[in-house]
């Protein structure tokens, strides 16, 4: 389980793929030097297991139905990454509980300086029962706050701290973003 509240931007520094899964290699250097073998850190709102380290390095298997509904398959060499380690008992909650599996991708419609903040609009296609104004959502692994939805898409406000320290600052419209609806409002859907 994570926050939603990114610790590092890494660098995806190779990415190996196979028959059925992808190793990522990932430079995080801040996460690295807590992270263990068989950890669970959430790469772009993924939940992933990390299954090698060395020389500064984090090595994960994307399996197929990863690859598929997240954007992790669309990973280029160079590509800037969210990394969040999983929540230990005592952390602080400053975000909102987001479990690390990857609900659809979405794609960006535009960011739009504003004069204090960014505001990024996303497309929506489906799943608009999950889209409460006001509501948590987690895009690329951060916890954000829906501002308002609209027939085709939604938008948020990005404070310049949350822009400069996730790689928001690095996407252009038309690039695949993660998405995860929030646990309780899927929990609440599925109850009636």
Known sequence: MFTGIIQEIGIVESLAKGPGKTVLCIRAPGV????????SI?????????TSKKEGLLFFDA?????????????????RVN???ALKVGDKLGGH?????????VRLRRLIRKSA????????????QYM???GSIALEGISLTIKRTYPRYFSLDIIPFTYEHTNLKYK???????????YLLKEAGRKK
């Not at 139905?65 to 160079?78: A, F, M, P, R, Y």
């Open 32 to 39: 690295y030097s807590g992270a263990n073998t068989s950890d």
């Open 172 to 182: 252009k419209p038309g690039d695949w973003l993660n998405v995860e609806f929030d």
């Open 97 to 105: 509980f987001v479990l690390g599996h990857v609900d659809k991708q």
């Open 42 to 50: 959430s790469i772009n709102g993924a939940c992933l297991t990390v």
């Open 63 to 79: 399996v197929e139905s990863t690859l598929e509904i997240s954007s992790l398959g669309k990973l280029k060499k160079g590509e």
């Open 83 to 85: 990394v969040e380690p």
């Open 117 to 128: 903040y960014w505001r990024l609009e996303a497309e929506l296609s489906c799943a608009r």
């Open 132 to 134: 409460v104004e006001n």
